[in-house]
Structure formats: structure tokens, C-alpha cells
């Protein structure tokens, strides 16, 4: 489970908090690795891995991307990337200058020795 949480910038008072669990009935190792807001503030981006079934002990991950309302907490959507390899974890999160597009990086593993990197891009209104 990976935890969002937003606070009021002038008092520290907790504004609202959201909690994201994958797929995953057997594991519960979702885990975030970087947050972007949206250049108007609007909505909050956080990007990471999350495991997406388990074989065994042998669990494959996914890029998984949240978008959230940043006022009130909602999601707007969710986006699994699985296409890249049985060990991919996003790492970065940033939006376009014009908040029109919202791109994700990380390492995406093949299943063999050394380590690749995919780079996704979402649209912001809608994850698509």
C-alpha cells in the first residue's frame, strides 16, 4: 500500500489523505518513488511500481501512475504499465510546461542480467 497525503502550506493541518493497493492479493508492496503537481495545482501526479501478480515468491512489478484532484484528494485515474518487462519501477514523474501531458521514467527489467529504462507518456486530463 502506498499512502498520498496533502497538507495546508500556511498551517501544516492535514488536508486529505489517499491510499493506492495494486492488484496483488498475495504481496502488498506498493511502493512510490516521485510526486509532480500540475502547473495550474489542480491535480497531483505520484508514480512507482506495484507488484501485479505473484508467482511463488517471485513477484513481477509495474510502473503504476495516480493522478489525483489536488484539492480534494480524488482520483482522477490510475495507469499500470506493464508492456517493458517482469521488473519495471518508475522512478521520476514531471509534467509538460502546459500541463497537457504528464511523462513517467524508470528501470524496466527484461527478466535477464542488466537493467533497461522505459519512458512513458500520459495525457493529464484523462491517462490515456
Known sequence: MRITLAYN???GAQLWIERYNGPSTTFND???AAVAV???GSAVFVTGKSIAFAMTNDPTYDYT???YDAATGSRLWTRRC???GPDDSASAVAVSPDGNTVFVTGT???GTPGT???TVAYR?????
Open 9 to 11: 502550506p500556511a498551517t
Open 108 to 110: 524496466s527489467g527484461n
Open 65 to 67: 501512475t495516480v493522478a
Open 124 to 128: 493529464a486530463s484523462t491517462g490515456a
Open 116 to 118: 533497461g529504462y522505459a
Open 38 to 40: 500540475s502547473p495550474d
Open 82 to 84: 506493464y508492456k517493458y
Open 30 to 32: 506498493d511502493q512510490a
